[in-house]
């Protein structure tokens, strides 16, 4: 009966996508930032407490196998929000903040999920932290997304007396330039491409817009992906939301957990919202950080995964990753095969038979006939990384993890068998070589699929050439103060 409903709001959907907008499932993706495996409840976080958050996983499935497709934010959202792993199309660097350079960011002919799902009649909004481009052509509300609040760069301060600039351009432009760099973090909170005054702590406020969107649009079909920048640096809670921690003692922990603890909330009120609404049973909800955690920048803990956030052992790339729909997708599931962010994307095309170029195929799969048990089958045989830059690839191929370190960084080849050494302990590399290469034959074979060069300089030699701008000011700053005293 359900597969029938499915497939007659599917054609419905090609001829008119107002008749039946209440059967026709919303998406919501709520992707927190630079937080670690072990940091929520439901994969036993022991001090942090996110009662919300493990609502997804208990009243939905628990991925135990999580995976993004980067160790860092820009290239793990990018392969997220157009389900294609974003080698492809160059996205192989953090992009820099340059309002001018419409390269650096989402290339122009790939497709977003919001604009996936655009023609099939869904509104999208996204809420917080966008980093797929600071260009106005790359700006959210010209790609896809119909509403936007938030901020364009990679990274954002929480407190709002702290935003002072107008723009982005108005941070690099001024005339110091060692103020210029991460001036992004304060730049006021755009709505579209308005800029707005806001008056509380941003986690709280990005939940805020959460909330009105979905009130605004209950009737129509829509994506909502919350994409909070908790809790990445700088480490900055409100009191309330520390006093709710002081089981933890005070530190940088604290404050990590009492940013969890906000987003906790928020997660919470959305849910509340689709409760209240009745959209409870018609909406899938994903949960994932877009990365690992950077356990000594944040104090995040990645459990007993090796490494964090800008490595490609577990630590830097298998997350926190729950999914819920209620009546749909079994409640109380723990599902261990490998999975992907790609898959989001997938997902949620195959729900709506939203048209993918031929082009520009998807690299996941909709993963609801197998949290189901309709396929019983494995979503991936295969699921791959590069980092361009360090000349790492990485392949995760059943319980076997192969990583080439081709820079020879922790030497060349390292092979671990997931499934009894999880924490990435014992290269099993030299008693099987065999296998070893049989994974490198399949990394280099995709990584000849892959954009020859990154499509961006990247915000690494971005800083390289800020670092040049400061010299150069605090010399002529030196020569300057010599003359006056002179
Ligand atoms: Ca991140």
């Not at 793990?76 to 650096?104: C, E, I, K, W």
């Not at 994903?286 to 690992?292: H, K, Y």
Request: aromatic share 10%; proline share 5%.
């Amino acid at each position: 009966m359900k597969i029938i409903k499915q497939l007659l709001v599917a054609s419905l959907l090609l001829t008119n996508t107002q008749l039946l907008a209440a059967d026709i499932p919303n998406f919501i993706i709520i992707l927190t930032d630079d937080q670690g495996y072990a940091d929520v409840g439901f994969n036993g976080s022991k001090d942090i407490r996110t009662p919300n958050i493990d609502r997804i996983a208990n009243e939905g499935t628990k991925f135990t196998n999580g995976y993004v497709t980067y160790a860092v934010c820009g290239p793990s959202r990018a392969g997220l929000l157009t389900g294609r792993y974003q080698g492809r199309f160059g996205f192989d660097r953090n992009p820099h903040m340059d309002p001018t350079d419409v390269t650096s960011g989402m290339p122009l002919d790939e497709k977003m999920i919001s604009e996936v799902l655009n023609p099939v009649g869904y509104t999208s909004s996204i809420i917080g932290k966008w980093h797929m481009g600071s260009h106005p052509k790359l700006h959210p509300n010209n790609r896809g997304f119909d509403h936007f609040y938030g901020f364009l760069a990679g990274g954002h301060r929480y407190f709002p007396e702290d935003l002072i600039y107008k723009d982005i351009a108005e941070g690099l432009n001024q005339e110091n330039p060692k103020k210029a760099w991460t001036s992004w973090y304060l730049t006021k909170l755009l709505e579209n491409d308005k800029r707005i005054e806001t008056t509380e702590y941003l986690t709280d406020e990005l939940s805020n817009a959460a909330v009105e969107f979905i009130k605004r649009e209950k009737d129509n079909p829509f994506f909502l992906y919350l994409s909070y920048n908790a809790p990445h640096t700088p480490l900055q809670a409100s009191q309330e939301y520390l006093d709710r921690n002081q089981h933890i003692p005070a530190g940088k922990r604290r404050t990590y957990a009492a940013m969890i603890t906000a987003v906790d909330d928020g997660v919470g009120r959305v849910l509340a919202t689709l409760d209240e609404l009745g959209l409870d049973e018609n909406t899938l909800v994903f949960f994932l950080s877009d990365n690992g955690g950077p356990e000594k920048k944040n104090a995040s803990d990645n459990g007993e995964l090796r490494g964090g956030k800008g490595e490609y052992f577990e630590g830097g790339i298998h997350v926190p990753f729950a999914m819920r729909w209620p009546g749909r997708v079994p409640a109380g599931l723990e599902y261990s095969k490998p999975i992907s962010s790609l898959d989001i994307m997938a997902t949620f095309a195959d729900l709506t038979n939203a048209p993918i170029a031929k082009d520009k195929p998807l690299d996941g799969v909709n993963l609801i006939p197998y949290v189901t048990g309709e396929n019983k089958g494995q979503p991936h045989d295969v699921l791959f990384w590069r980092n361009f830059d360090k000349g790492i690839i990485a392949t995760r191929r059943g319980n076997d993890k192969a990583i080439l370190f081709q820079k020879n960084k922790h030497g060349q080849e390292h092979l671990y068998d997931l499934d009894n050494d999880l924490s990435e302990t014992t290269n099993l590399y030299k008693e099987n070589k065999v296998q070893f290469e049989k994974q490198q034959q399949e990394m280099k074979a995709w990584n000849n699929k892959l954009a020859d060069q990154p499509a961006f300089k990247g915000l690494l030699m971005a800083k390289k050439s800020h670092e040049q701008k400061v010299k150069a000011y605090n010399e002529q700053k030196k020569k300057q103060n010599k003359k006056n005293k002179k």
